[in-house]
């Protein structure tokens, strides 16, 4: 069994940063893929970062510049540095991983629970 747990998510004022955690646990043979993804209400979820096996990050457009991802220094831990948040940042954040939870499984998709983030002043 796997879990992704999120968390670092909050209420904060236009132009100030939050940082978000995730951390994937549990029986993982081999992780293929982790990212962040969003979904504010009324709206689809969608792609917000994601970070390639050399640890390179790539963006959507709309946080480009703003949003930083990494990858911890614990195994399968990941970070979403965001900074000058904006109104329309307002979302539940989700921790996203694709793995092999053994030699012989394929690549399933994992979800964390989502943490929430408000933009408001």
């Known amino acids: 069994q796997v879990q992704l747990v999120e968390s670092g998510g909050g209420l904060v004022q236009p132009g100030g940063s939050l940082r978000l955690s995730c951390a994937a646990s549990?029986?993982?043979?081999?992780?293929?893929?982790m990212g962040w993804y969003r979904q504010a209400p009324g709206n689809q979820r969608e792609l917000v970062a994601t970070?390639?096996?050399?640890?390179?990050?790539v963006y959507a457009d709309s946080v480009k510049g703003r949003f930083i991802i990494s990858k911890g220094n614990t195994r399968y831990t990941m970070y979403l540095q965001m900074n000058s948040l904006k109104f329309e940042d307002t979302a539940v954040y989700y921790c996203?991983?694709?793995?092999?939870?053994?030699?012989?499984?394929?690549?399933?998709?994992?979800w964390g629970l989502g943490t929430q983030v408000t933009v408001s002043s």
């Open positions: 996203k991983a694709v793995l092999r939870s053994s030699p012989v499984s394929p690549n399933n998709d994992y």
């Open positions: 549990g029986s993982i043979f081999s992780m293929y893929f």
């Open positions: 970070i390639t096996s050399s640890g390179a990050g």
